[in-house]
């Protein structure tokens, strides 16, 4: 029983690491609270749904069109929004109210196009299921794991590893510095958006799956999560955002089979702000990010 | 043909006239300094050559092209390099990341070479390339903020006040190696606070109050000269 609950925990948490892998990216490179990452995540589920649904394409496309146009719709909130508040030097606030804004314009439009039911969802990584001791183990989950492993692997190698994860810790030191050196500054900021889009989009359609529906409330109740995942790990920090997800979706599933699902979040969010008192940057979380 | 041109250079920010109209050249070859008090505008021509804040009107010229305006990365591409004002090194990066950061836009084969050309010219910097660039002494990091620039090949190398906060010994060993730059081949256009010993390594100078350029010449002659004396070596 306990097993079963981890492997569940395991499952979702991986998801909620993997969305929070995007926002704590973004948030690494700029100190920007992007409120929008949540709106990406049920935008990405939709898109694959739409293209799905109304052209007949094989699934596998349709999904990777959504992940293309959420990765674009990531693009478009830096481009057209952030990007120009940073040429007036904006304070953060205005930044992330920005994003907020934008999160409602995406929520409304996917409510206004889709209307508020829910929807069910085929299942395509339906292969069946293996048990481990007293255990049951889907192969969607299986999958899910696998996919966020691979995709936490490569996001690891890019941000610690190759020149372009440089670039974006030293954007995130001192910007101007950072032009200084010739880095594109505005390029590689649009690059993290793009990836956090992509991470959403690839985590929405996958939970989409998961839970076999899609509803107009999946993006407000994952984007708290996100924050909290990222929080307890440290933000900023990406082994912190996996480690955080992990942690919050085990907790949640083991309060929610244990105790009950209505004190799930009140549960969470007590370790959380226990966890916080403790290590006020989180698990992972750098002493202090001096800005020099 | 002058190197580095400025032709009636206006930098406004907001209601702040910064630069009014200011006119500077720099022969390839020479060591420039300018000099001039706090808010002066010293920092400010530095960064409308690298493109860091927008110019008003005039014209900046580099080698021959009109490079005014153009984005930081393009500057940077065409071989000016600024180790801007209070070294801004990134902290939580290495001695070593930092100076690879200083080559991000030249090929990679080159890099070792600069390198080598960087620990030789800067030794102190190679017994510390393991060292998060933070915990380093102000004296050190001023080091690594002008290796890390040479680790670009500047053609022309911006230095914003590389004496800020040293103590004299450092003082002396950081002029003596803007000389041995020099002989590398790299133009320098260089900002002091630091008045007199500027001078003595440099060709020429401009002198920057409010906004304006209101003397130029050999550094030599603004040595000698009385009024520069008063107002910017702090002596009677
Ligand atoms: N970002 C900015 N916004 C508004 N005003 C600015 C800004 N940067 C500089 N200024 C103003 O422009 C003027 C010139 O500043 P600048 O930094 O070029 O002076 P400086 O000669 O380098 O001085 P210091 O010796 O103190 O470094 C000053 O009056 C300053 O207050
Ligand atoms: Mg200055």
Redesign the interface.
């Known amino acids: 029983m306990l097993v079963q609950q981890i492997v569940n925990g395991f499952t979702i948490g991986s998801v909620y690491a993997l969305v929070a892998i995007g926002f704590t990216m973004v948030f690494g490179v700029l100190e920007l609270t992007n409120f929008s990452n949540s709106s990406l995540y049920m935008f990405g589920a939709y898109i694959t749904f739409l293209f799905y649904t109304a052209t007949g394409i094989h699934f596998f496309l349709a999904f990777g069109i959504s992940i293309v146009l959420t990765g674009l719709l990531g693009y478009g909130i830096d481009r057209f929004a952030l990007r120009q508040l940073r040429k007036k030097k904006a304070p953060k606030l205005s930044g992330l109210i920005t994003t907020l804004g934008m999160s409602m314009v995406v929520d409304n439009a996917i409510m206004v196009f889709f209307g508020t039911d829910s929807k069910s969802f085929e299942n395509f990584l339906d292969f069946g299921k293996i048990y481990i001791g007293s255990a049951v183990v889907t192969w969607t989950q299986i999958i899910i794991l696998i996919a966020a492993c691979i995709l936490m692997i490569t996001l690891s190698v890019i941000t610690y590893r190759m020149?372009i994860g440089?670039?974006m810790?030293?954007i995130a030191?001192?910007q101007?510095?950072?032009?200084?050196?010739?880095?594109?500054t505005d390029k590689i900021i649009s690059l993290t958006f793009i990836i956090s889009g992509f991470l959403a989009c690839i985590a929405g359609t996958m939970v989409a799956m998961y839970y076999r529906s899609i509803d107009t409330a999946m993006g407000s109740s994952i984007g708290i999560k996100i924050f909290a995942a990222a929080v307890l790990g440290g933000v900023g920090v990406l082994p912190g955002a996996v480690v955080g997800g992990l942690v919050l979706g085990i907790v949640e599933t083991i309060v929610s089979a244990y105790i009950s699902t209505g004190y799930r979040d009140a549960i969470s969010f007590s370790i959380l702000i226990l966890v916080l008192l403790v290590m006020p940057n989180g698990l992972f979380g750098?002493k202090a990010i001096?800005k020099? | 043909m002058a190197l580095l041109k400025l032709e009636d250079v206006v930098v406004d920010y907001g209601s702040i006239h910064a630069l009014k109209k200011i006119n500077m050249e720099v022969d390839s070859g020479e060591i420039i300094t300018l000099i001039g008090a706090n808010g002066a505008g010293k920092s400010t021509t530095m960064k409308a050559i690298m493109g860091l804040v927008p110019c008003k009107s005039g014209k900046i010229t580099f080698d021959g092209t009109d490079i005014t305006n153009w984005e930081t990365k393009k500057a940077v591409q065409a071989g000016i390099i600024l180790s801007p004002e209070g070294r801004q090194v990134f902290p939580r990066y290495s001695v070593k990341d930092n100076l690879f950061l200083g080559a991000y836009l030249r090929p990679r084969q080159e890099i070792p070479e600069s390198l080598e050309m960087v620990y030789n010219l800067l030794p102190k910097l190679k017994e510390r390339e393991n060292q998060v660039a933070g915990s380093l002494s102000g004296g050190e990091q001023q080091m690594l903020a002008i290796g890390r620039a040479m680790m670009a090949k500047p053609k022309m190398l911006l230095l914003d006040e590389p004496s800020l906060g040293l103590a004299p010994l450092i003082i002396n060993e950081i002029f003596g190696m803007i000389d041995e730059i020099r002989t590398l081949g790299t133009t320098i256009l260089l900002v002091e606070q630091n008045a007199r010993i500027a001078l003595k390594h440099s060709d020429r100078a401009y002198v920057l109050e409010t906004g304006n350029i209101v003397l130029s010449n050999k550094a030599e002659a603004m040595l000698q000269s009385d009024e520069v004396q008063k107002a910017y070596f702090g002596v009677l």
């Open positions: 020149k440089k670039a810790g030293a030191q001192n101007d510095a950072a032009k200084l050196m010739g880095i594109d750098k001096n020099v």
